[in-house]
């Protein structure tokens, strides 16, 4: 009798919407200070303005946070924290290529001299490379040539358990940028793509291919020297002649045009869902994240909002059969809010909606472990331009 009492009490605390009462809210906003707080204080605080940086940014992911909780909600939220984060990736990109150029090569097995830019996109595409040279330093010995993604590479694991591809939605700074254009679509885009593409959805897995053979043959990332929408901020590799031109020409017709033009048509996350490598990928790796989106179809009527309304074509809605939500849905929220009838629910993997209709503290787990990453790469993104931008006014 007690035990059953206690539950009930928990489950007080939040409602069928997973909203939460002001007093759980700010227990978990302030738990996700703290932790943000306490990462940017153990990264270490070069000087004023690198401290005043992460304490806002801690500050805002916090107040974010609480809007989250006590609203039930997290798709317009996000979207606030996923955009500031990517003006502060473009800001980092043009003071010093992120975190580094990392000049990589392998003494002792096939030539590889190659500089990437150290960011998620980059890594994946020269996942042929890494393996190569992975394999090299085990039978030769040397780790150091490898050493340098040991620790990002614990990391992305951890991010890819906790989020699996709503990393795609709440840490790359690339998809907000292609979200951003969509969302400027509107309600109605001039190009409406309503439907399933069916098959056609798969073609970033062949994207994902190609760009590891190429980086493989070329011993170079091909990703970042021919697509990459970042060289806007002038980081460029090849700084004259035709190689520069045929740089800009690629990116224009790849980069921008999916990630700002097309997206901006359909009002649908074009570079994200057909050319993005590193979202072909998560789609893959990003199976291991215990938590999804489900359809509770006891509640669904077909209606079809939430398949026109997702903006990476991950939903299928068919009168004949169940609604069908693929391994490219991000997590990004917006079908969580728009279903008329909330049949679309977070859930963890093993759980059966329509058994288990109150799934409320899996989206607050799962809202808090998004938070908490998205907060540790602002907070390593603002804190490297609030150094940078105090060091070079104190030096005149």
């Known amino acids: 009798m007690k035990k059953t009492a206690s539950i009930a009490k928990v489950k007080s605390f939040v409602s069928s919407s997973w909203a939460c009462t002001p ?43 609480f809007g989250m909780l006590c609203s039930g909600k997290f798709y317009n939220y996000r979207f606030l924290l996923f955009f500031l984060l990517a003006v502060g990736a473009l800001i980092a990109f043009h003071l010093t290529p992120l975190s580094q150029i990392v000049e990589w090569s392998d003494k002792t097995g096939p030539d590889l001299d190659s500089q990437i830019a150290f960011c998620h996109i980059s890594i994946v595409s020269i996942l042929g490379n890494t393996l190569e040279n992975l394999f090299s330093s085990l039978v030769h010995g040397p780790w150091s040539h490898w050493g340098v993604y040991y620790l990002p590479g614990l990391l992305y694991l951890l991010f890819t358990l906790l989020l699996g591809t709503a990393w795609c939605s709440w840490a790359c700074f690339y998809g907000a940028w292609d979200e951003s254009a969509a969302r400027l679509a509107g309600k109605k885009p001039w190009w409406r793509l309503s439907k399933s593409p069916g098959k056609w959805r798969h073609i970033g897995l062949g994207v994902l291919l190609a ?79 215990p938590i ?6 006891t509640l669904c009527n077909r ?26 849905c991000n997590r990004c929220g917006r079908c969580l809010e728009i279903c008329p009838q909330q049949a679309m629910q977070l859930v963890w993997k093993h759980q059966e909606t329509e058994v288990s209709p109150n799934t409320a503290w899996t989206s607050i787990v799962f809202v808090l472990c998004a938070v908490i990453v998205h907060g540790m790469l602002g907070i390593a993104i603002w804190g490297s331009i609030g150094k940078q931008l105090i060091a070079s006014v104190l030096n005149g």
């Open 303 to 328: 209606c079809g909002q939430c398949q026109t309304a997702c903006p990476m074509h991950a939903i299928s809605v068919s009168q004949t059969e169940a609604v069908k939500i693929s391994e490219y």
């Open 23 to 65: 007093t759980l809210a700010w227990v978990l906003t302030g738990f996700v200070f703290i932790i943000l707080v306490s990462i940017a204080l153990v990264s270490g605080i070069g000087n004023w303005g690198e401290g005043v940086a992460k304490l806002g940014w801690s500050l805002l992911c916090g107040g974010m946070t």
């Open 292 to 297: 999804s989106v489900k359809c509770r179809h």
């Open 211 to 289: 760009v590891i053979v190429l980086a493989f043959i070329s011993r170079e990332a091909f990703f970042c020297r021919w697509i990459c929408p970042f060289k806007l901020t002038t980081q460029f590799w090849d700084a004259t002649g035709i190689y520069r031109w045929l740089q800009i020409l690629v990116m224009l017709l790849a980069g921008i045009g999916f990630v700002f033009v097309l997206s901006w048509l359909t009002g649908k996350r074009m570079f994200c869902s057909y050319l993005c490598p590193f979202g072909a990928w998560q789609s893959i790796v990003g199976r291991i994240s």
